[in-house]
């Protein structure tokens, strides 16, 4: 029977209208359409009891779900072979001869498997999020998988993963479990992906995809989006702007190994397969458990990019990010200021420094703890998280009681995960460490990895979150850092060392979740030497994340630009630090662009300079909801011209604020034209007011003048950006 035949007969449609959202399944004689659709777009499955299961839509959705069915004539192709190519979850060792989403060895140690439809449910969690699930048989093994389509409908967003199971008489071995396959047509392919290393996260990189299969992966282990991470754009037929195109955007919620597969097939259509990188770790499935892979998460735009990036950040501040749509703490970080050179009479100072600065909160950095081997640089102390006497003879309760008489709060750095071997935690127990046995051991920053896979070693990391509270209710912050990547992967736990990847991650998961239950709110910071951890996985966890060591303003409009695709700027902790050539307005104007924190030496700020930052912390406070909470507009990219700017409205299009820089310094760069804002009401009046002057400049703007919502988006505004204004900040407010 061939699937994409045109289906005759009665077609009757089941429509369940749940408070305005619509789950259709439209059934034929032979074969059900299963559609997962959004506000605006569709996947749209079909399906047929004990055949191959097969995506045959994907886009812009159709206003008449009836269509659905006619698509199978639409694209005409070779069908015999289009079955599995367009699988929704491609099988190996049986038909199939394109990359898989799933390879396994079943106990009798044939490796062959075939998945047919058995049935598909869909449950609506609320009015916005529904979930689809389809069960996949082996028609020879008692083998299956369900697949799971979680849809929010407003946010355009899909999070998809499987679950594999089965009861054969023994063990299988999962060789490869993709979390899911997807299926695209059109003419041509682009893919925006990223690369990078510390300090130079977020490289993009575009490229048409030719025939083949182009792969993105980490075997880092930890810190996996060291190099590259998993997140990546495909535009359909012609690469997106801002604007206009059909993208997708995609990212594996894991913070371990992945692999994305990109294949353009025999028949120039796009495969993606996205899941766990299988890399070392084919997985040991017992009879009757079940493996749950990590959720792969896309949304689609027809309108181009700057729509996509909006329906992420939206999805993830409503239900992904901890406390998305809350507040958060504005801080002096003691890093650069002090590195590891610190005692408790310096640290008063500073706190002192945090309340004259006019920020919520001190957090200290690396460097406090381990007596032993006291923690004076990174090659020693790591894993001993007692207080170093000589440098905190009366422990943090004290620095914490010092804050709270400033009217401070107080935050600190811990990296749980990690160990120096000169520790006496590698002294005492140097089976939680993470080495070959039989090797020499590699080091990464003089460190190594703890084995999260053994409960031991996730107690002993939980604990160390659980003994700072205890000991310190008050203290309101944490910086969970990470290092090093994974070298020599070996557990001196695990009997199979073929899970030590997949089990590190469990184990990780395990701690934050016992962190959260016991800790709900507290905020945390998700740091890897910069950016080389973050992910939606790990971002449940954490209220913000830390984009990369390299503060360079100027480099940080372009890192912090390339996250705004997919994180929302309430989550990444922008801070003014010591690094560039800028002035302190320029660094300043660039981290409030997210969630603004300081790491400078406040002492010894000229009068001038402190005065500009309590009057810009004090401006950014009275901005933050909209740069928190609003709809963010990527204006003129600092790829394509002199003058980079960004934009954030709140939901009532009543305020907003539009961050401009000079990222050229060519002889008479600057902006010549305006520049056209976004997301405003063409109807209404908005009043313009520049803000971060530096104490004694004027703005050359005509603050206060009246725009309409038409004039500013139409003509535009020039912020009049140039190498005597390399930044500018305005604020833009409804006259009502
Ligand atoms: C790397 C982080 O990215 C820095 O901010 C700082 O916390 C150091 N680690 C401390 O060792």
Avoid at 305 to 320: E, F, I, P, T, V
Avoid at 333 to 345: C, L, M, S, V
Avoid at 644 to 665: H, I, K
Wanted: charged share 25%; net charge neutral; hydrophobic share 35%.
């Amino acid at each position: 029977m061939k699937l994409n035949k045109t289906t005759a007969g009665n077609i009757f449609l089941f429509a369940a209208f749940l408070m305005g959202q619509v789950i259709i399944s439209v059934t034929s004689f032979a074969q059900t359409i299963i559609p997962v659709q959004t506000q605006h777009n569709a996947l749209v499955i079909a399906a047929e009891k004990d055949k191959d299961i097969r995506i045959i839509f994907f886009g812009k959705k159709l206003a008449d779900i009836n269509e659905y069915k006619l698509l199978q004539g639409a694209y005409k192709q070779t069908e015999e072979y289009t079955g599995l190519a367009s699988s929704v979850y491609t099988p190996s060792g049986s038909r199939n001869l394109l990359e898989p989403a799933i390879t396994v060895t079943h106990a009798d140690g044939n490796n062959s498997l075939d998945l047919r439809y058995v049935s598909h449910r869909q449950i609506k969690v609320d009015d916005n999020v529904s979930i689809l699930s389809i069960l996949l048989k082996d028609p020879v093994y008692d083998f299956q998988v369900t697949l799971f389509y979680k849809s929010y409908f407003r946010e355009d967003v899909v999070e998809q993963w499987s679950e594999i199971k089965h009861g054969e008489k023994d063990k299988v071995i999962l060789q490869k479990y993709a979390s899911a396959n997807l299926h695209i047509k059109a003419k041509s392919y682009w893919l925006n992906q990223y690369h990078g290393d510390w300090a130079k996260e977020m490289q993009p990189e575009e490229s048409r995809l030719t025939h083949g299969i182009k792969t993105l992966d980490s075997k880092l282990g930890t810190r996996a989006n060291l190099f590259q991470p998993s997140v990546f754009m495909i535009s359909l037929d012609k690469p997106a702007t801002e604007e206009e195109g059909n993208v997708l955007y995609g990212a594996l919620e894991y913070s371990g190994n992945f692999k994305i597969d990109l294949e353009v097939d025999y028949q120039d259509n796009l495969r993606i397969i996205a899941g766990i990188n299988n890399y070392a770790s084919p997985y040991t499935l017992k009879p009757g458990e079940t493996f749950t892979t990590p959720a792969f998460l896309y949304t689609f735009s027809d309108k181009g990019k700057g729509n996509a990036s909006r329906q992420l950040q939206s999805w993830a501040r409503n239900y992904k990010l901890l406390n998305g749509n809350g507040d958060r703490l504005t801080l002096l970080n003691n890093w650069e200021a002090t590195y590891f050179d610190f005692n408790e009479t310096k640290l008063a100072e500073l706190i002192k420094d945090t309340k004259k600065l006019g920020v919520d909160l001190f957090l200290l950095d690396d460097g406090w703890f381990a007596n032993k081997y006291p923690r004076n640089d990174d090659r020693a102390g790591l894993g001993d998280w007692q207080e170093n006497r000589k440098k905190l003879p009366d422990g943090i309760s004290s620095l914490v009681k010092e804050a709270q008489g400033n009217g401070v709060k107080f935050g600190i750095w811990i990296e749980p995960e990690m160990v120096n071997p000169k520790s006496e935690l590698y002294e005492n127990h140097p089976d939680w460490v993470v080495k070959q046995p039989a090797r020499e051991e590699h080091y990464f920053r003089n460190q190594l990895v703890l084995d999260l896979s053994n409960p031991k070693v996730q107690d002993f990391v939980y604990g160390i979150v659980d003994n700072l509270f205890t000991k310190n209710p008050e203290l309101s912050y944490i910086k969970w850092d990470c290092n090093a990547v994974i070298y020599n992967a070996h557990s001196a736990y695990l009997k199979n060392q073929s899970h030590f990847y997949i089990e590190y991650m469990r184990g990780l998961y395990n701690v934050l979740k016992r962190i959260r239950t016991k800790y709900p709110s507290v905020p945390m910071m998700l740091c890897s030497g910069g950016g080389g951890r973050v992910d939606y996985a790990a971002l449940q966890y954490f209220t913000e994340f830390w984009p990369s060591d390299n503060t360079d303003p100027l480099e940080r409009i372009f890192i912090q630009w390339e996250y705004s695709y997919f994180y929302p700027a309430i989550s990444s902790s922008n801070h003014v630090t010591d690094w560039g050539k800028q002035p302190l307005k320029f660094r300043t104007d660039v981290a409030m662009m997210g969630k603004l924190g300081f790491d400078i030496v406040v002492s010894k700020l000229s009068a001038n300079d402190l005065r500009f930052c309590r009057e810009a912390i004090a401006s950014y406070k009275s901005l933050k909801d909209v740069i928190w909470h609003g709809d963010q507009y990527r204006l003129a990219s600092p790829w394509e011209n002199d003058v980079a700017s960004l934009m954030y409205v709140n939901a009532e299009r009543r305020r907003g604020v539009v961050f401009n820089y000079l990222v050229s310094n060519r002889y008479g760069a600057g902006s010549k034209l305006p520049v056209k804002l976004k997301g405003l009401d063409p109807l209404r009046k908005y009043r313009i007011s520049e803000i971060n002057l530096y104490p004694g400049t004027y703005s050359s703007l005509e603050n206060g003048q009246l725009y309409s919502g038409d004039f500013l988006m139409n003509v535009g505004f020039n912020p009049q950006v140039n190498s005597g204004r390399a930044s500018v900040v305005f604020q833009i407010d409804e006259e009502l």
